[in-house]
DNA sequence: CTGAAAGCGCTAACAA
DNA sequence: TTGTTAGCGCTTTCAG
C-alpha cells in the first residue's frame, strides 16, 4: 500500500490536529463519536499503524517479552515455546527469542541487552553453565531494575521472582516405581543434564524410590554425561559389566538412544531391559518400541509461564511472588511392559 | 546494579552535555581522546546502556528482525531458526519470533504489527495457507514500505526479493533413484506438504524420476494428506490393495510414521519395503532402522538467510535480488539398504 | 573540541 | 470538545 504514515501527516490530512488524532484513535472520551468517526476512517484509509517505537518510547511499555532457552533442537523446548507464543500473542505481546545455548555468557549478553528498553519483561529457563557457577546477578540486576522475571523448569532459589515448575522429584519417583513394578532388579539413571536443579531433582526422586522399595539391598546408579558420543562407549562398557535390566532417563533423546544401544547389543526391549523417559516428544512416540514417558505438559507450561508473566505486567501486582508446580502424568507404552515374574 | 540511567543523568554527573556525551560513547572524532576516556569511565561506572527505543526512535534502525515461520515443532524449523539466530547474534540483531501455525491470518496480523516500526527486515517461510491462497499482499506492502524481505524454504514467485532455498526437485528425484537402484519396483511417493512450492516441487522431482527409470511402465503415485491419524487410516488401506515396496516421504515425521506403519503390519525393512525421506532430523537418526534422507542443511539454510538479510540491511545495496539454491546431500542409511535382486 | 537545540512519533497535562 | 505544548532518550546538525 502506501508509505507509512504518522500521525503528523495524518493531521495535516484531517485537518483535525495530532493530539485529538492521538486521542480519537485510543478512543478517549474527550473527543466527540463523530469526529472519533472521521478519524478513525481516515486512519483506516491511510492504514495507520502507530509506531512501536515511539508508542514505546513515551509509555515505557514496548508489549514484548524476552524469552532466554537453552536451546531450541530438544523438542521439549520447542513446545513450551510454543506453549509460550500461544498464550503471549492471545495478549497481543510478541517474544523476542534468545537462545542461550547452554552458555551463562551468552545469556547474559542477551539479557542485558534486551533489559536496557527492548522487553517488559523476562521468560527465562536457566542455562546449564549459569546453574553450575551458580551465578544468577545479571538476572537479580534486572529485577532491580524494574523488569519482572518468570523462571521456568530450571530455575534458582537465588532469584526471588515467579516460577513455574514440575515436580520433579516425585515425577522421577513415579517413573521409577514403574519399572519396579514390572520387576525390573536392576535400575539405573541416566542423565545429560548434569548440574541443574532439574537433573539433580530427578536423580534424587529415581534413587528414593530405588531405596522405599529395595530397603537398601540394591543401590541407585546415577550416570551423568555431557557427550552423547562419549556416554555411548561409557553405557556399553557399563552393560557388559554390570546386570542392567531398567533404565531411567531424564530427558527423551537419552532415552531412545540407551534404547537403540541396547536393541544394536541384541537386547529385546522391554523383556531383557525396560526404559522409562522424561518428555512426551516425537521421538518417545515414534519409536520402536514406544517409550513410557513422564508428560510434563511442556506447552501448559508455557502458557502458564506467560500468562504469569503477563499477569504481573498488566497488574502491577505486588502480591507475593509463587511458584507453581504443574503436575506430570505418565504415559505407558511398550518399553515398560515388562511381564511379570513370578 | 543502579537503575537504569539515562544520558541526560550521566550529563549532570560528568559535567558535560548530552550531546558530548553522546558523540562521545560512539567515538565520533569531534571529541578530544581525553574527554572520551574520561566519559566512557563514568558510563562504564553506572553502567550506562542506551536505550533502544529512543535509538530507534531517531535512527529508524531497531537491529532487530522479524522471523515467521510456520511453526516450531518440526525439527526442520527448529534447525532453520537456531542456524537464523546463530548468524543474527553475530551481528548484535535479535530476532522477534512469530509462528504463523500454516495460518495465513495469523502470518498476516503479525507481520503488520512488526513491520510498525519494531523491526528491520523479515525472514519468512510461508505458511501453508498463504500459498494455497495465494496471497502475498501483506508482504508486497511490506517490501513497499522499505522494509526488506528474505524468504527461504517455502516461497513464492509473486513476491520479488532475496530466496534462499533447496534445490528441491533435483533432491527429490535423486532421493528417488536410491529406492530404484535398490531395485524397488514399486514406489510411492507421500506427503503433508500439499501445495506448498516444497511439496509441489518434491512430487515432481519424484514423478520424473519414476517416468525416467520405468519409461512410463509404472506411474508415479502422490499422496498427499493433512491428517496424520486419517492418512493412518488410507496408507494402511492403501498398501493391502497394493503392492508397495519403497516410499519416499516429503519430510522426516510422515516417514517414520510410514515406516512405522509397515513394520506393525509385519513388513520387513528395508527387505519387504524400503524408505526414503527429507531431513536429518533427529528422528531419522534414531529410528529403527535408521532412515536414510536428504540433509537439508538447515542451519546453513537459516545462517545464509539471515545474512542475506543483514546484508541488505547494512549495505542498503540495490543491487539485483537473488534467489540462493542450496545444495544437498543424502545420507545412506539403513531403511534403503536393500539387497539387489538379479 | 564542546554545547545548544531541533526533532524522531507518540502521549497527556494543561489551555482554550 | 479540541488544540497547544512539553517531553520520553537519543542522535545530529549547527553555533560557539
Do not use: W
Request: hydrophobic share 35%; glycine share 4%; net charge positive.
Amino acid at each position: 500500500m502506501s508509505k507509512k504514515i504518522t500521525l503528523k501527516e495524518l493531521a495535516i490530512i484531517s485537518k483535525f490536529s495530532v493530539s485529538t488524532i492521538s486521542k480519537a484513535l485510543s478512543d478517549n472520551n474527550e473527543i466527540s463519536t463523530i469526529t472519533k468517526k472521521k478519524i478513525k476512517a481516515i486512519a483506516r484509509k491511510h492504514n495507520y499503524k502507530p509506531n512501536a517505537m515511539a508508542r514505546g518510547l513515551k509509555s515505557k511499555k514496548t508489549k514484548t517479552i524476552g524469552v532466554i532457552i537453552p536451546n531450541i533442537l530438544t523438542h521439549y523446548f520447542a513446545k513450551v515455546l510454543s506453549g509460550i507464543e500461544q498464550e503471549v500473542t492471545k495478549s497481543g505481546y510478541n517474544i523476542i527469542t534468545c537462545i542461550s545455548n547452554e552458555s551463562h555468557k551468552k545469556e547474559v549478553k542477551s539479557i542485558e541487552l534486551l533489559a536496557s528498553g527492548s522487553v517488559d519483561g523476562f521468560l527465562i529457563s536457566l542455562s546449564k553453565e549459569s546453574q553450575k557457577k551458580n551465578d544468577y546477578s545479571h538476572l537479580n540486576d534486572v529485577i532491580e531494575n524494574g523488569l519482572p522475571i518468570v523462571m521456568f523448569d530450571r530455575t534458582s532459589n537465588e532469584v526471588v521472582c515467579d516460577k513455574v515448575i514440575i515436580n520433579d522429584f516425585e515425577s522421577a519417583y513415579n517413573i521409577t516405581e514403574v519399572l519396579i513394578d514390572a520387576s525390573c532388579k536392576n535400575i539405573i539413571y541416566i542423565s545429560p543434564l548434569g548440574d541443574t536443579n532439574v537433573g539433580t531433582e530427578r536423580a534424587n526422586g529415581y534413587s528414593k524410590a530405588i531405596e522405599d522399595k529395595f530397603n537398601n539391598s540394591t543401590k541407585p546408579v546415577v550416570l551423568n554425561f555431557t557427550d552423547y558420543s562419549k556416554f555411548s562407549i561409557e553405557l556399553e562398557e557399563y552393560l557388559e559389566k554390570n546386570v542392567v535390566d531398567g533404565i531411567v532417563s531424564s530427558n527423551e533423546l537419552s532415552g531412545i538412544f540407551a534404547m537403540n544401544l541396547a536393541i544394536s547389543k541384541g537386547l529385546k526391549v522391554p523383556d531383557d531391559i525396560a526404559f522409562v523417559a522424561f518428555t512426551d516428544g516425537i521421538l518417545s512416540r515414534n519409536s520402536n518400541p514406544p517409550l513410557t514417558i513422564v508428560n510434563q505438559n511442556e506447552t501448559e507450561l508455557g502458557r502458564l509461564a506467560a500468562a504469569t508473566l503477563i499477569k504481573r505486567l498488566e497488574k502491577k501486582s505486588d502480591n507475593q511472588f509463587t511458584t507453581q508446580i504443574l503436575n506430570t502424568s505418565i504415559i505407558h507404552r511398550k518399553s515398560s511392559k515388562k511381564n511379570i515374574l513370578i
